[in-house]
């Protein structure tokens, strides 16, 4: 897996700029798309470690049990939605909605830009 960290460039105001705040509240990676056939069927990529642990500096912005408020792009769709803790790392939710519009299967490896939200809502 690939994976950068940015400084947060264009970021709102006050991310990664605030007192106490990281200075990395952005990052690009790359990972296959996974099924999980649980209760609740979805996809997901896993986060590769090195980002979760840019992610852990951020855990002021967690709500209900860990999960970390993000807005994601891939490919032209952009959207909100939160990382869930899973195995002690994170995994990224992806909307039937995502996976329809950029064309993504199973085992397919997106380029994914992970910007932490502020804002959980």
Same mark, same amino acid.
């Given at each position: 897996m690939a994976l950068m960290a940015t400084d947060g460039g264009g970021a709102e105001p006050g991310v990664g700029s605030g007192v106490g705040e990281p200075a990395v509240d952005e990052w690009e990676l790359v990972g296959p798309i996974w099924y999980w056939r649980g209760p609740a069927p979805y996809h997901y990529v896993t986060v590769p470690e090195p980002v979760c642990e840019g992610l852990r500096e951020w855990s002021f912005v967690s709500y209900g049990w860990?999960?970390?408020?993000?807005?994601?792009?891939?490919?032209?769709?952009?959207?909100?939605?939160? @990382?869930?803790?899973?195995?002690?790392?994170?995994?990224?939710? @992806?909307?039937?909605?995502?996976?329809?519009?950029?064309?993504?299967?199973?085992?397919?490896?997106? #380029?994914?830009?992970?910007?932490? #939200?502020?804002?959980? #809502?």
């Amino acid at each position: 897996m690939a994976l950068m960290a940015t400084d947060g460039g264009g970021a709102e105001p006050g991310v990664g700029s605030g007192v106490g705040e990281p200075a990395v509240d952005e990052w690009e990676l790359v990972g296959p798309i996974w099924y999980w056939r649980g209760p609740a069927p979805y996809h997901y990529v896993t986060v590769p470690e090195p980002v979760c642990e840019g992610l852990r500096e951020w855990s002021f912005v967690s709500y209900g049990w860990g999960m970390i408020p993000v807005t994601v792009t891939i490919g032209e769709t952009t959207w909100p939605t939160s @990382l869930f803790p899973k195995d002690g790392g994170y995994v990224l939710p @992806l909307r039937d909605s995502v996976r329809a519009a950029e064309d993504l299967q199973v085992d397919d490896v997106p #380029r994914v830009v992970l910007r932490i #939200r502020l804002d959980p #809502r």
